[in-house]
């Protein structure tokens, strides 16, 4: 069992920052490849960016490519989203989410935990 909480989000203006952390609970934390979604109002849930296990390898959407950054720290079971450049589009509620195993990582459906989220607003 791997219990999730994101935190760190707020409202920003376009072109800030902000850094989205999620805490995991559970012994096999290291275990899981990581991933971020958002969803916004009236929209499907998206894929925002993924990292392995060992963070060796990331992920990106296209529209994050160069503007977003993920990290994990294993030791202190927690997984970042460093978000510069921040648009409008990018607003929406953003889950963390855990996935075992090697699977397709950009889809949430494979994924096994989820976060509650937490809004991300960005103004223009």
């Not at 963070?55 to 970042?80: E, H, L, M, Q």
Request: aromatic share 12%; proline share 2%.
């Amino acid at each position: 069992q791997v219990q999730l909480v994101e935190s760190g989000g707020g409202l920003v203006q376009a072109g800030g920052s902000l850094r989205l952390s999620c805490a995991a609970s559970g012994r096999t934390y290291s275990d899981y490849a990581m991933g971020w979604f958002r969803q916004a109002p009236g929209k499907e849930r998206e894929f925002v960016v993924a990292i392995s296990r060992s963070g060796g390898r990331t992920y990106y959407a296209d529209s994050v490519k160069g503007r977003f950054t993920i990290s994990r720290d294993n030791a202190k079971k927690v997984v970042y989203l460093q978000m510069n450049s921040l648009k409008p589009e990018d607003t929406a509620v953003y889950y963390c989410a855990a996935c075992s195993g090697y699977r397709d990582y950009l889809n949430g459906d494979e994924y096994d935990y989820w976060g509650q989220g937490t809004q991300v607003t960005v103004s223009s």
